[in-house]
C-alpha cells in the first residue's frame, strides 16, 4: 500500500460517520448535550471539522474554507481563522447550533480538499516540517495522523452522545 492509498483510506472513513452522527436530527437535538455543560453533536462534528480545515489550509498555505466563502455567516458564528472551538467554554459550545445540511455540507468541503491534497502525497513529503512551534517540530506525517486521529476521537464522540440522547 502507498503512502496515498493509506491517509486516502484513513480520512475516507470518516465522512460516513460525520453523516451518521447527524443524520436525520434536526437543529435542535444537534445542539442539546448529554449533560449540562458537555459537548454537543453538533459542537463535535463543527470542531473536528474547523481542526482539519485549519491544519489542511496552513499546510496548503491557503485560506480556510470557513473564511473564504459564507460558511461563517450561516452557521452565525465568527470568520476568524482561530475560531476552531479549542478551549470553547460551555457557553461557547451552546453558541454552535447548525443545522445537519450544513454541518455535511462543510465536512464535504473540507474532505474533498484533503483527499485531493493526499492524493499527491509522496513518501518524502512526510518529512516535510510543517511547524516548528514544537519540539520537535511537527512533520508532515504527524500533523496528518494527529488531525486524523482528533476527526475520528471527535466523530465518534458525536456518535456516543447520539446514543445517550436517543435513550432518554
Same mark, same amino acid.
Given at each position: 500500500?502507498?503512502?496515498?492509498? &493509506?491517509?486516502?483510506?484513513?480520512?475516507?472513513?470518516? /465522512?460516513?460517520? =460525520?453523516?451518521? $452522527? #447527524?443524520?436525520?436530527?434536526? !437543529?435542535?437535538?444537534?445542539?442539546? /448535550?448529554?449533560?449540562?455543560?458537555?459537548?454537543?453533536?453538533?459542537?463535535? #462534528?463543527?470542531?473536528?471539522? @474547523?481542526? !482539519?480545515?485549519?491544519h489542511?489550509?496552513?499546510?496548503?498555505?491557503?485560506?480556510q474554507?470557513?473564511?473564504?466563502?459564507?460558511? $461563517? %455567516? @450561516? *452557521?452565525? &458564528? /465568527?470568520?476568524?481563522p482561530? *475560531?476552531?472551538?479549542?478551549?470553547?467554554?460551555?457557553?461557547?459550545?451552546? @453558541?454552535?447550533?447548525?443545522?445537519? +445540511?450544513? &454541518?455535511?455540507?462543510?465536512?464535504?468541503?473540507?474532505? %474533498?480538499?484533503?483527499?485531493k491534497?493526499? %492524493?499527491?502525497?509522496?513518501?518524502?513529503?512526510l518529512?516535510?516540517?510543517? +511547524?516548528?512551534?514544537?519540539? /520537535?517540530? #511537527?512533520?508532515?506525517? #504527524?500533523?496528518? =495522523?494527529?488531525?486524523?486521529?482528533?476527526?475520528?476521537?471527535? =466523530?465518534? !464522540?458525536? $456518535?456516543? =452522545? @447520539?446514543?445517550? &440522547?436517543?435513550?432518554?
Open positions: 500500500m502507498n503512502v496515498n492509498d &493509506l491517509f486516502g483510506e484513513l480520512y475516507g472513513r470518516i /465522512p460516513p460517520l =460525520v453523516r451518521e $452522527a #447527524v443524520e436525520g436530527l434536526d !437543529q435542535t437535538a444537534l445542539a442539546t /448535550p448529554p449533560d449540562p455543560g458537555a459537548n454537543t453533536i453538533g459542537w463535535l #462534528v463543527w470542531h473536528l471539522t @474547523r481542526v !482539519q480545515d485549519a489542511l489550509a496552513e499546510i496548503l498555505d491557503e485560506d474554507i470557513w473564511t473564504s466563502g459564507d460558511l $461563517a %455567516a @450561516r *452557521f452565525g &458564528l /465568527p470568520s476568524d482561530g *475560531f476552531t472551538g479549542y478551549g470553547h467554554t460551555p457557553d461557547e459550545v451552546a @453558541r454552535v447550533r447548525p443545522t445537519a +445540511d450544513v &454541518l455535511v455540507e462543510y465536512y464535504d468541503a473540507v474532505h %474533498a480538499r484533503t483527499a491534497f493526499l %492524493a499527491g502525497l509522496s513518501p518524502d513529503d518529512d516535510r516540517v510543517v +511547524d516548528e512551534r514544537w519540539d /520537535p517540530p #511537527v512533520t508532515l506525517g #504527524v500533523r496528518l =495522523v494527529s488531525v486524523a486521529d482528533d476527526s475520528l476521537q471527535h =466523530v465518534g !464522540q458525536a $456518535a456516543y =452522545v @447520539r446514543g445517550l &440522547l436517543e435513550r432518554r
